[in-house]
């Protein structure tokens, strides 16, 4: 049996997405989702609580996002987790810290302008950022996160 890493949120963009380029015009747009959800706590009282998740897409994907989505953006995500490990400069552990890698990502708002990348049909022209081009990405960085 294969093994199974698929994940899917729906949640709300914390901020304006942020298309980036790598130095060979890789396009990729880091994000943060906020997941909202309701339980019930010790005494059954219904209780609140938000978790945030960090996140990248890359190439038309990411496009789409800068072209389309804006903070509070309600979306779907699929993608997978991937996991970032590295040591601690100064004090030599080991750290790691999970990310979701985007897949798809449709726009589950009601606003005019909402709708999926999978009928993403014209590329439009990506609105502009001040880190395009991103200097501070390897052209070799298959992940720049």
């Given at each position: 049996m294969r093994d199974t890493n698929t994940v899917f949120l729906t949640g709300n963009l914390t901020a304006a997405p942020d298309l980036q380029w790598t130095h060979s015009g890789k396009s990729f747009c880091p994000f943060n989702i906020a997941v909202n959800r309701s339980y019930k706590d010790a005494s059954g009282e219904w209780q609140e609580d938000v978790d945030f998740f960090g996140c990248v897409v890359f190439g038309k994907t990411a496009e789409f996002m800068g072209q389309y989505l804006d903070k509070g953006s309600k979306v779907l995500i699929e993608g997978r987790l991937s996991q970032e490990k590295w040591e601690d400069?100064?004090?030599?552990?080991?750290?790691?810290?999970?990310k979701i890698i985007a897949d798809k990502i449709t726009s589950v708002g009601s606003r005019d302008r909402s709708q999926s990348n999978d009928a993403y049909k014209q590329r439009p022209e990506p609105k502009q950022t001040q880190n395009q081009p991103q200097g501070n990405i390897n052209e070799n960085d298959d992940v720049p996160f």
């Open positions: 400069k100064h004090t030599g552990k080991s750290k790691s810290k999970t």
